[in-house]
């Protein structure tokens, strides 16, 4: 390994994520969580970009709004966490999924209405404690079956999406109030999401732990570091 690998694996340390091979991690979740028995439960979120072709030199990220209230597993209400900030399509595993590429697939689909094909050939994995549960959460570029446009954006000078719905993107009530495509600079410029008073904190409020994987992957988008092409299984 070159200096300036160690140094890039040493910087994403410190920001909280690591990146490694998909192969990895597409294994039974039975062999996954027996490789972390200190993880209690597993997420995953899809970075679905999108480059505008009345702007070649501009890329967006699929972001949408946390809603304050939203049903656990059992179908009864409950109030969410991180409500009203910004983040990518994803959630937690669910006991029918067989991989961790399956609940990617799964949540994009249930929370967008959109359907993943391909993935990039390295994730992202970062790790914390919720309300005393340790998780873990892999972050997947992806790419989907739909025809996408630029139609409904993150405006700067009015601190909220612009723009009509797109087709295809259908947001699931109960998890999302809202979304938008978001540029680099934007992301680059969202403010520290408060846990205070989020319902009435402006702008493309976003978790830190989010933020830094979203400019992390926007950074190997540019740089044509984002090999999407992991063929996703039908299941």
């Avoid at 340790?134 to 409904?152: G, H, I, N, S, W």
């Avoid at 410029?189 to 732990?209: F, I, N």
Wanted: aromatic content about 8%; overall charge negative; charged content about 30%.
């Amino acid at each position: 390994m070159s200096a300036a690998e160690i140094l890039k694996r040493a910087y994403r340390i410190i920001m909280g994520f690591s990146i490694i091979p998909v192969e990895e991690i597409d294994i039974p979740f039975v062999d996954l969580q027996a490789q972390q028995p200190d993880i209690e439960r597993f997420s995953a979120s899809a970075l679905i970009f999108l480059v505008d072709h009345h702007e070649p030199h501009t890329a967006y990220v699929l972001l949408c709004q946390r809603a304050l209230l939203g049903k656990d597993e059992k179908g009864n209400g409950k109030e969410n966490s991180w409500a009203f900030s910004w983040e990518p399509p994803g959630g937690s595993q669910e006991i029918f999924d067989k991989t961790i590429l399956n609940t990617a697939k799964r949540e994009t689909e249930e929370e967008v209405n959109l359907h993943g094909s391909r993935v990039a050939s390295q994730v992202y994995r970062d790790s914390w404690m919720h309300k005393g549960v340790p998780m873990a959460r892999y972050t997947f570029p992806l790419e989907v079956d739909e025809q996408l446009k630029v139609q409904r954006t993150w405006c700067d000078r009015k601190q909220q999406p612009v723009g009509r719905n797109e087709g295809p993107i259908r947001l699931r009530e109960d998890e999302h109030l809202d979304y938008c495509w978001a540029t680099e600079a934007q992301i680059r410029d969202s403010p520290s999401y408060d846990g205070k008073d989020p319902q009435h904190q402006r702008g493309l409020v976003m978790l830190e732990s989010k933020k830094d994987m979203i400019l992390d992957a926007f950074m190997r988008l540019k740089n044509s570091q984002l090999d999407m092409t992991y063929a996703l299984s039908m299941d």
